[in-house]
Structures are given as structure tokens and as C-alpha cells.
């Protein structure tokens, strides 16, 4: 009886509340995106949707959803998660969209959900790196049912996470695509193809479209993460919103497991956002310890990276109604290596030979699909290699404490019509250790910008350009009796495609390879410099992270508890399948 049931309210153009089932929600260019619903049978209320889109198949999706209906109440929350266009059981024949498609199939598909007899009309969207970048996307049709988000580790522009400085995001772009079989190579060359800003990307970058946001909305990124530029830049699109909106940086980001320091990876990088999260979707006020924006401030390690260094500063959480303001202070590239606040009066050059062939290899950073985060850097420098310039600091006398973005200005030419540059921030212990702070790039090409409208410009060879790459940002405090260097170089491969220094687009771009001469000018009206964001540490202050998540739990029901263990452990499915019972596959 129960199979015909739902036979005749699927015919109908609604899914009954059943427990688990999966539906093919149709949308508008005819394509139909599966759709696994978990619907708890408790009473008749009707539920608010808890939302999940990936690429990754249902399996991985389910797990986030699953935790935010166990703590908010099986009673009034239903979990769906659903394979994006192009994915699991939604590929029909097309392959993934890169996001473009998302908006309009969000739109269909929570008009969909929203009409359905068990809902109640509101969703709440959740989701995690590309699902996270999903639920970016997934409001600027304004669909009327999305109420609320929870985001982790995203970014709110595609092209900008595709080609940060202009360059091509080699390692990160090509092996991501590898989700897709079939489909790899085809995706690939659709990303290269489209290497300058415009029609293609505006779809997937919505900064300009802040105002239009009007619900409330918890982020969750990472210093060494892939996104953690595209993720402040989402935060502070949403807060123009009016509405509650929160930011928490932990330490990693996609940088987990073995290559992220295991002093920097605790409990909290992560229940701190679920509590947030879960108070904002349940109504509530989070904890008065947690404020808009809360960061961990990064500090020494031990010299094999395995617990925080006793004696150095850092490695703690603060939180803040807003960024701390800092000073900027200028540090200028000074012959000799040196790192000074104080310029030089006269002119100077150092230039390097840059090899395409033999370009500096990635050590770390905001990776994913290879070695990341915070890594010693020695076997690049100087003194191991002719094409990188290292400027050092002088030993510190006090602690020094950064929080905010990091830029290196430059003034720079080259023999060549294109070429590029790059600069790397490391923390330089007394043992020599120079451990990766944050690095960036810039392809000469698009020194102007990759915004939509602007043009690759060639250089004219030889002609002194001021260039600004930018090192995204992060919060650090360097100890008394270490050093700072800036590194500047011309290649991080395979973190970044090698550029050939050919001015050609990078898709089929079948030469020549050539050598590049390049060169960094310095003092005088050339001063090329560094700008660290320096801040106090009483800008940054302490909070007892243990003590707020105890008083929480004592404050919330214990379906907070579970669902906070479900979100540590990673046992979302077996808690999953108590909190909400499923019928037999044959009645459904």
C-alpha cells in the first residue's frame, strides 16, 4: 500500500515524507537533478529542509545536512542533498558546470522542495568546499525559500580562485577535475580556454551583487586553505547584508591530515563554526564569546612541527567584532638581503635569470592535491638556487604580531613581453629553518587586474613596471629573537603553471620557452617593499575556546551533543540512520 502511495504522490509532482528516498527534481532546460531526501516519520509538523549540493556523490553530502537536522530535531528538520549537474546520478549526458548553472538550479530545485506537503517552506544551506562555492552561487536568483547559510572553506569567485594574479592554478585545477572521469580533460581545457575574466566567469563571481543578499549567513575558512582570499571576500560581501553574519578562520583549511603542522590542528578549527552555525540556523544568539570574526593567531612550532613552541607567542583563539586595524609598515628591499624600514637614497638593480624548464619548485602553501601549508622553505632560497632574491629582517627584538593582508610592491622589467613574479612571506627561526607564512603571484599579462573587461597588456622590454601581488592574508606572531624574509622569484610550480615568458594564452600555447632576464629595482624612486599588517597583541585577545564549548553544551539540548560528535568524528551516516528512520527500499 505504502509503494503505491508514493507512486501516486511522485506522478503527482510531490515526495512524501517517507524517511529516505530519492527523487529526480526537475529543472528548467529539462535536465532532472538526483535528490536523496531524509524526512524523519515524527508527527505532522511540517519541516524546514537542511540542503546539501556536491560533486562528490550523496554519501559524502549527506554527513554535514544529517548533523545540523540531528541537533536542531529530527522533529522539525529534514536533510537533502543533492549530486550537482554533472555529477553522481545528475550527469544525463552533460558535465559539470563549473558552478554556472548553479544559480538557476538552485532556484528549481528549492521551488521545488519548498512546495512539497511536508515542507515548510524554508531552507537552510550547508556545504564544504565546492559544495560550499555551490551555495555561493545559489542565491543570486533570490530564491524566496533560502533562508540561511553555512559556509566552509569556499569562494565567492571562480576565476579569481582559477587564476589568482593572472596565473594559471595548475596542480589545484587540473587534479580537482579528476572527480569528473570522463570528463577531465574536457573540463581542463574549458578553464584554459577561458583564461581572461568576462562573460564566461560572471555567472560564478557575484562581488558585485553584495546589496542583494538578505539572510543570515556563518562562514568557515583557513590561513593555509585554497580559498581563504575568496573566502574573507565572501564575508565581507554578506555582511552588507545588515543581517548576522560570522567568519571563522581557523589554521588549515583543505590543508589537513599530514601536511598541515599538527600544532595547528585542534578540536576547535572546526567545532567553533558548527556552533555558530548551528545557533544561527536554530534562531539563537551564539555565545557572547563569539563575535563576527574569529581567528586563530599562528605562532612557532617545534622544530618537526608536532606541538606549539612553549616559549613563542601565538597559538591561540581571539574573537572580534571586526578586523583589528593595522598599521601598515613598509619594509623596503635594500641591497645586501636586507629588510629595513628604512629606504635607501640611492638606486640599485639585482636581477636573476628565470628558466621555464627549471622553475622553483612549491614547498607548501594554500595547496590541495599536493604538499601544503607551513613549510620550510630553505631548499628554495638564495643560497640553493640563482633565480630567487631573499631579503631578511633584522633579529627581532620584541614579538611582532600581524593580522590582515599581505602585499609585496614591486618595481620590476624584464627582457621579455611577459613574464612573472612572485613573493613568498617566511618566518625564519635561529636555526635557519624558514618556515612559509603565505606566497603570491603576479602574470605581467594581467598586472592591470582580472576583473571582467580588462585586457591582457603585453611589457614593452626593459621598462620598469610597479606591480602589487598580493599573499592573500593571515595572523601571525613572529617571536622575539627570530626574522622575517621576503623571497622574490619568478615561478612556484606546480602550484602555478611555469609561464613560458612568451605572451601567448596559456591553451595550446605551443612556444617557444623563453629565458627571462628579470630584474628588481630598489631605493630611490624604484623602492620596491613589503607591507605587514602589524597589529598589538592586545588587538588580539585571548579566548578560552574549552571553557565556551563546555558552558555551551551545558546550555543546549543533548541533540546538540550528538550532532557536534558527529561533526568531530565523522560518523554522521551511522548517527544518521538513528536520527531518522528509512522504510524498507522495496516500499519505497
Given at each position: 500500500m505504502k509503494s503505491l502511495l508514493v507512486a501516486a504522490a511522485f506522478l503527482a509532482g510531490v515526495a512524501p515524507a517517507l524517511g529516505e528516498m530519492k527523487v529526480m527534481i526537475p529543472m528548467r532546460d529539462g535536465t532532472n537533478l538526483s535528490t536523496y531526501i531524509n524526512c524523519p516519520i515524527i508527527g505532522e509538523k511540517k519541516k524546514t529542509i537542511i540542503f546539501d549540493t556536491?560533486?562528490?556523490?550523496h554519501d559524502g553530502s549527506e554527513e554535514m545536512a544529517a548533523a545540523f537536522a540531528t541537533a536542531l530535531g529530527p522533529e522539525d528538520y529534514c536533510s537533502v542533498r543533492q549530486d550537482m549537474r554533472g555529477s553522481g546520478d545528475s550527469i544525463q549526458?552533460?558535465?559539470?558546470?563549473?558552478?554556472?548553472?548553479?544559480?538557476?538550479?538552485?532556484?528549481?530545485?528549492?521551488?521545488?522542495?519548498?512546495?512539497?506537503?511536508?515542507?515548510?517552506?524554508?531552507i537552510y544551506q550547508c556545504?564544504?568546499?565546492?559544495d560550499g562555492i555551490a551555495s555561493i552561487m545559489s542565491w543570486p536568483e533570490h530564491p524566496p525559500a533560502?533562508?540561511?547559510?553555512?559556509?566552509?572553506?569556499?569562494?565567492?569567485?571562480?576565476?579569481?580562485l582559477t587564476y589568482p594574479g593572472g596565473a594559471f592554478r595548475n596542480r589545484l585545477i587540473t587534479h580537482w577535475f579528476h572527480h569528473f572521469p570522463g570528463q577531465t580533460q574536457r573540463l581542463i581545457d574549458v578553464a584554459k580556454e577561458h583564461e581572461a575574466p568576462g562573460p564566461y566567469w560572471n555567472p560564478v563571481n557575484i562581488t558585485d551583487r553584495c546589496d542583494e543578499i538578505n539572510f543570515p549567513a556563518v562562514f568557515l575558512g583557513g590561513w593555509y586553505d585554497i580559498f581563504t582570499k575568496g573566502n574573507i571576500n565572501a564575508y565581507e560581501c554578506y555582511k552588507k547584508s545588515g543581517k548576522p553574519t560570522y567568519l571563522i578562520m581557523?589554521?588549515?583549511?583543505?590543508?589537513?591530515?599530514?601536511?598541515?603542522?599538527?600544532?595547528?590542528?585542534?578540536?576547535?578549527r572546526t567545532e567553533i563554526a558548527f556552533v555558530t552555525a548551528v545557533d544561527v540556523f536554530a534562531g539563537r544568539t551564539p555565545p557572547s564569546e563569539i563575535r563576527?570574526?574569529?581567528?586563530?593567531?599562528?605562532?612557532?612550532?617545534?622544530?618537526?612541527?608536532?606541538?606549539?613552541?612553549?616559549?613563542?607567542?601565538?597559538?591561540?583563539?581571539?574573537?572580534?567584532?571586526d578586523w583589528p586595524v593595522f598599521n601598515p609598515v613598509k619594509f623596503y628591499m635594500n641591497t645586501g638581503g636586507v629588510l629595513s624600514t628604512q629606504q635607501m637614497d640611492t638606486p640599485a638593480t639585482q636581477s636573476f635569470l628565470y628558466d621555464p624548464t627549471n622553475p622553483v619548485p612549491t614547498i607548501g602553501g594554500n595547496n590541495l592535491e599536493m604538499a601544503c601549508g607551513a613549510k620550510d622553505q630553505q631548499n628554495t632560497s638564495s643560497k640553493h638556487r640563482a633565480d630567487v632574491l631573499d631579503f631578511t629582517s633584522d633579529i627581532l627584538?620584541?614579538?611582532?604580531?600581524?593580522?590582515?593582508?599581505?602585499?609585496?610592491?614591486?618595481?620590476?622589467?624584464?627582457?621579455?613581453?611577459?613574464?612573472?613574479?612572485?613573493?613568498?612571506?617566511?618566518?625564519?627561526?635561529?636555526?635557519?629553518?624558514?618556515?612559509?607564512?603565505?606566497?603570491?603571484?603576479?602574470?605581467?599579462?594581467?598586472?592591470?587586474?582580472?576583473?571582467?573587461?580588462?585586457?591582457?597588456q603585453l611589457m614593452t622590454p626593459n621598462e620598469i613596471y610597479e606591480i602589487k601581488v598580493s599573499l592573500w592574508n593571515t595572523s601571525f606572531i613572529f617571536p622575539k629573537g627570530h626574522q622575517f624574509r621576503v623571497s622574490i622569484s619568478s615561478s612556484n610550480y606546480p602550484r602555478f603553471d611555469a609561464n613560458p615568458n612568451n605572451g601567448k594564452p596559456i591553451m595550446n600555447n605551443t612556444g617557444p620557452i623563453i629565458f627571462a632576464e628579470n630584474t628588481l629595482h630598489m631605493g630611490h624612486q624604484y623602492a620596491s617593499y613589503f607591507t605587514m599588517p602589524v597589529v598589538t597583541q592586545e588587538q588580539l585577545p585571548r579566548v578560552n575556546w574549552n571553557a565556551v564549548m563546555d558552558k555551551w553544551l551545558d546550555d543546549r539540548p543533548d541533540s546538540y551533543r550528538l550532532a557536534l560528535d558527529m561533526f568531530r568524528r565523522g560518523k554522521m551516516s551511522k548517527a544518521k540512520q538513528a536520527a531518522f528512520p528509512t522504510l524498507p527500499t522495496d516500499e519505497l
Open positions: 556536491s560533486p562528490y556523490g549526458g552533460q558535465d559539470f558546470s563549473i558552478w554556472r548553472t548553479q544559480a538557476n538550479d538552485s532556484y528549481d530545485t528549492f521551488k521545488w522542495l519548498a512546495g512539497q506537503p511536508w515542507s515548510n517552506g524554508e556545504g564544504g568546499s565546492a533560502l533562508k540561511k547559510q553555512f559556509i566552509m572553506w569556499a569562494s565567492i569567485n571562480a576565476h579569481q581557523e589554521s588549515c583549511g583543505h590543508c589537513i591530515a599530514k601536511d598541515c603542522p599538527i600544532y595547528l590542528v585542534t578540536d576547535a563576527n570574526i574569529t581567528f586563530f593567531v599562528m605562532g612557532a612550532g617545534n622544530k618537526d612541527s608536532t606541538y606549539i613552541d612553549p616559549f613563542a607567542p601565538g597559538n591561540y583563539w581571539t574573537s572580534v567584532d627584538k620584541e614579538d611582532f604580531a600581524i593580522t590582515g593582508p599581505l602585499v609585496a610592491t614591486l618595481y620590476v622589467s624584464s627582457n621579455c613581453t611577459d613574464t612573472d613574479f612572485t613573493a613568498k612571506l617566511t618566518h625564519v627561526h635561529p636555526d635557519g629553518r624558514a618556515i612559509l607564512i603565505n606566497d603570491g603571484i603576479i602574470r605581467m599579462r594581467w598586472r592591470h587586474g582580472t576583473r571582467d573587461g580588462i585586457n591582457p
